[in-house]
């Protein structure tokens, strides 16, 4: 069976600094993948989606990046951290059909 | 971006009660989806549509996909505090990218 593992869990991070989120997916080959936000708790905005390795869309202009070294792995970056980018993320992944499945999530807090 | 509208934001309900939730778009989709996220975790998905009209239960929950396909529902029988979470619906024009178009959820608390 398919499985979705994102790290850190939860981390606090400083103004300024940078971020790496890393997620994989287990038991499937060329997942389309994906990089939510969710602020407070509600509303889950799509910030980046990968059809294939080293293809990245963007969704909203912002201070984050993603890359996609290898088929299973989809990485959140940041240079520079904001106050703004806390949240919580969520990686997901999709199989040929519209259905996603979502990671545990990794909370994020920039101080 | 786009979004669905999603009501009842909000809910609070005694256990044992019904619940029923929905969703419209001005767009026509090829598939709803339905999620329950629980405090701190993933959304998890409950129920998947893909055909027009079509009615599909997962234990107590029932949804349906709208015969015009701007819309689907949502039905919770007997409602149980493990009900408790955020409720989204999510729609779907197909395509090669996959992208979904998300309400912003419901919020379900259930009174034991």
């Known amino acids: 069976s398919q499985t979705i593992h994102q790290w850190p869990a939860t981390l606090v991070q400083p103004v300024g600094s940078p971020l790496s989120l890393e997620c994989t997916v287990e038991g499937t080959s060329n997942p389309n993948l994906y990089w939510y936000r969710q602020a407070a708790g509600r509303g889950l905005q799509l910030l980046f989606y990968s059809v294939g390795i080293g293809q990245i869309s963007s969704e909203v202009p912002q201070n984050l990046s993603a890359s996609r070294p290898q088929d299973r792995q989809f990485i959140l970056s940041s240079k520079k951290l904001l106050l703004s980018d806390s949240g919580f993320y969520l990686c997901a992944w999709s199989p040929m059909q519209d259905t996603i499945y979502f990671g545990e999530g990794s909370w994020l807090t920039v101080v | 971006g786009q979004q669905l509208n999603q009501s009842p934001q909000s809910m609070f309900i005694q256990e044992g009660e019904d619940v029923s939730m929905n969703c419209t778009s001005s767009?026509?989709?090829?598939?709803w989806l339905w999620y329950k996220q629980d405090p701190g975790e993933g959304p998890v998905l409950l129920i998947a549509?893909?055909?027009a009209g079509e009615l599909t239960s997962n234990g107590r929950l029932t949804a349906q996909f709208g015969i015009t396909r701007k819309d689907s529902f949502l039905n919770i029988s007997a409602s149980i505090p493990s009900d408790v979470g955020i409720y989204f619906c999510?729609?779907?024009?197909?395509?090669?990218?996959?992208?979904?178009?998300w309400g912003l959820g419901t919020s379900l608390a259930v009174n034991p």
């Open positions: 999510a729609g779907s024009n197909a395509g090669n990218n996959r992208k979904l178009i």
């Open positions: 767009s026509i989709f090829n598939t």
């Open positions: 549509l893909y055909k």
